[in-house]
């Protein structure tokens, strides 16, 4: 790839996608610029504003044109944290490229580590969290439930408690870049894809300032995403309802038959016909509703929109926003 100058330090790209933060980005950029002298070499810290309506953006932009190793990409509005680390993984030039918060929840100095790991011949270094400051139980107990349910759910390798906080090579994000879903849960993806992966732990820290962008309905849907994108289960689950209550009630048609035949006991019980019925009827529309949710997802893959739009990118005019398009099937 590189015949041309062989000898070229390799270059690393910190994505970083920020929604309100202005809270944090000083001390964010404070502890960037005393991470970068420490790797040394070729850096690109990409931040990428996810459609932020404080100042972030003008702080951002401030700083990329005071520092070039910054450098500020504004998506045209908020389209969520997935999607906002997916356009920073594409838009970076680095041969390793590490994804990580705003707040500092992840701690910068970990990222040494990664790129360790890295450099002994790992693909794919993910960040897990041994331990996680400052957030409330029900965050940690419903995030250690979702990470576990979800290995049982799905055949991919999904390692627990590992977030967005990771490391990729180019190889693995070219594999990446080659994967358009629509519904985008990140960490599954680089899970599914193999290669050599390996874990760093760390304790995650607690948010260096500002309140959590991650509403209850936020998770909620972003569980929904790790589920339904990667199982079938939901579907094979309204299969297997469906035979069990429908043997139920067979079963319980031959007992008022045998009950008829011998003449005993048949009350005319409107009760039990009423429960009966609405049990069945829900768990119709349960049933339907699943089928509805994969079929929805069908329809927004079918579109193909672009995953983001960028308004503004005061990187080198690269590649531009010609490859959210093209990205069909490069790798084999
Ligand atoms: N974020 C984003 N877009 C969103 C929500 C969040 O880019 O719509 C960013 C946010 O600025 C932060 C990271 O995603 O850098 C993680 O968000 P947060 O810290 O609020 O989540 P939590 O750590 O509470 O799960
Ligand atoms: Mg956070």
């Given at each position: 790839m590189n015949q041309m100058t062989p000898l070229r330090r390799p270059k690393i790209s910190l994505v970083i996608p920020v929604f309100n933060e202005e809270a944090v980005?000083?001390?964010?950029?404070?502890?960037?610029?005393?991470?970068?002298?420490?790797?040394?070499?070729?850096?690109?810290?990409?931040?990428?504003?996810?459609?932020?309506?404080?100042a972030s953006g003008e702080m951002l932009a401030a700083r990329a044109q005071v520092d070039p190793r910054y450098r500020y990409v504004a998506l045209s509005r908020n389209f969520g944290h997935q999607a906002a680390i997916t356009a920073g993984m594409?838009?970076?030039?680095?041969?390793?490229?590490?994804?990580?918060?705003?707040?500092?929840?992840?701690?910068?100095?970990?990222?040494?580590?990664l790129i360790q790991r890295w450099r002994d011949g790992y693909d794919i270094v993910h960040a897990r969290r041994r331990s996680r400051a400052?957030?409330?139980?029900?965050?940690?107990?419903?995030?250690?439930?979702?990470?576990?349910?979800?290995?049982?759910l799905t055949n991919v390798d999904i390692p627990a408690d590992v977030g967005d906080f990771r490391l990729i090579d180019r190889r693995a994000l070219e594999t990446f870049r080659a994967m358009p879903e629509q519904d985008r849960f990140v960490r599954g993806m680089f899970g599914w894809m193999g290669y050599r992966q390996?874990?760093?732990?760390?304790?995650?820290?607690?948010?260096?300032?500002?309140?959590?962008?991650?509403?209850?309905?936020?998770?909620?849907?972003?569980?929904?995403?790790?589920?339904?994108?990667?199982?079938?289960?939901?579907?094979r689950l309204a299969l297997w309802t469906?035979?069990?209550?429908?043997?139920?009630?067979?079963?319980?048609?031959?007992?008022?038959?045998?009950?008829?035949?011998?003449?005993?006991?048949?009350?005319?019980g409107w009760a039990s016909l009423a429960v009966l019925i609405?049990?069945?009827?829900?768990?119709?529309?349960?049933?339907?509703?699943?089928?509805?949710?994969?079929?929805?997802?069908?329809?927004?893959?079918?579109?193909?929109?672009?995953?983001?739009?960028?308004?503004r990118d005061t990187g080198e005019a690269r590649q531009a926003p010609a490859h959210i398009f093209a990205r069909t099937a490069e790798v084999a």
């Open positions: 980005l000083p001390a964010l950029f404070i502890r960037l610029d005393a991470l970068m002298s420490v790797i040394g070499g070729d850096v690109e810290i990409l931040m990428v504003d996810d459609g932020s309506r404080d594409e838009l970076a030039g680095g041969d390793a490229v590490i994804v990580m918060d705003a707040d500092l929840q992840d701690p910068p100095e970990v990222v040494l580590e400052g957030e409330t139980r029900f965050k940690k107990w419903t995030a250690s439930l979702f990470y576990r349910g979800l290995r049982a390996t874990v760093v732990d760390f304790d995650r820290d607690e948010r260096a300032a500002g309140v959590t962008k991650y509403s209850l309905g936020r998770m909620v849907r972003l569980a929904f995403d790790g589920v339904v994108g990667f199982s079938d289960v939901p579907l469906g035979a069990i209550v429908s043997l139920g009630s067979l079963l319980y048609g031959a007992w008022v038959v045998a009950m008829a035949i011998l003449g005993v006991g048949l009350v005319s609405s049990f069945l009827s829900g768990i119709n529309l349960l049933m339907t509703g699943i089928v509805g949710v994969y079929v929805g997802r069908t329809h927004r893959e079918v579109k193909q929109r672009p995953l983001y739009i960028v308004a």
